[in-house]
């Protein structure tokens, strides 16, 4: 049985294996994490007269169908956090440039994190993008 300290030495082909290996799973993993929603983006929304407005940017050139999913939490405190009445649900049709999507909602001032989902408008629903917002009402 060989000592520790009298091991062969590590082969260079084996270091560029497990190199190689490494990267592929880096670039795997971060086409994973950008992949889907790449041409959909939220601003953050802006809450005007009742009505909770969020432009959707869509960058691809066919039209999209969506579900636009709101859940809406009022922030009593850093730990503590009130869904607003139920989920709210809406039907847009995305097109390339700027969509703007309305909610309309009763929301007393404070502050609030804004969940929005987009989902495919079809029977078996895949998510398309999600984003978290939060803002501030005076």
Known sequence: ???FLERDPIN???ILIGGLTI???GLIIILLLFSGGGGIDAD?????DGVLKTTISYT???PQEVWVQYNIFRQNSIFSSTQIEDTFTFTETLRKG???S???VELEPGEYKIFIYISTYEENAKRLAGFIRTIQIA
Not at 44 to 48: A, E, I, L, N, Q
């Open 102 to 104: 309305e909610c309309p």
């Open 98 to 100: 700027n969509t703007l």
């Open 60 to 62: 691809k050139d066919t």
């Open 44 to 48: 953050t929304p802006v809450y005007d």
């Open 1 to 3: 049985m060989k000592d």
């Open 12 to 14: 260079p082909r084996t």
């Open 23 to 25: 990267l592929l799973a």
